[in-house]
């Protein structure tokens, strides 16, 4: 078993940055890709970054190619989200998940999720 743990979801203005945390623990997950993904109100859930626990190889969604990125600290066992020039479209719930694959997108290859953390970007 993996837990995740998101935090740092909130609301914010159009143009802003915010920045998402995921703590991992449980059993290892050094071969696995940790993922964000994302889920707006009445849409599926979508992919939108992932990254290679060894190696810190990443992959992004055309949406938030440049603007986002994905990172993760060994030490703290954390992953990050840095979210700059917000778009009132990145309004959803965003989530933390592990695959044993390799830089997976679809949301049926992430077999562990946390429990969600609620960005809202403003016009």
């Known amino acids: 078993q993996v837990q995740l743990v998101e935090s740092g979801g909130g609301l914010v203005q159009a143009g802003d940055s915010l920045r998402l945390s995921c703590v991992a623990s449980?059993?290892?997950?050094?071969?696995?890709?940790l993922g964000w993904l994302r889920q707006a109100p009445g849409k599926e859930r979508e992919f939108v970054a992932a990254?290679?626990?060894?190696?810190?190889?990443?992959f992004y969604a055309d949406s938030v190619k440049g603007r986002f990125t994905i990172s993760r600290d060994y030490a703290n066992n954390t992953m990050y989200l840095q979210m700059d020039s917000l778009k009132p479209e990145d309004t959803a719930v965003y989530y933390c998940?592990?695959?044993?694959?390799?830089?997976?997108?679809?949301?049926?290859?992430?077999?562990?999720w946390g429990q969600g953390t609620q960005v809202t970007v403003s016009s």
């Open positions: 998940a592990a695959s044993g694959r390799a830089l997976v997108q679809s949301p049926a290859d992430y077999a562990y």
């Open positions: 449980g059993r290892s997950f050094s071969s696995s890709t």
């Open positions: 990254i290679r626990w060894f190696g810190g190889n990443t």
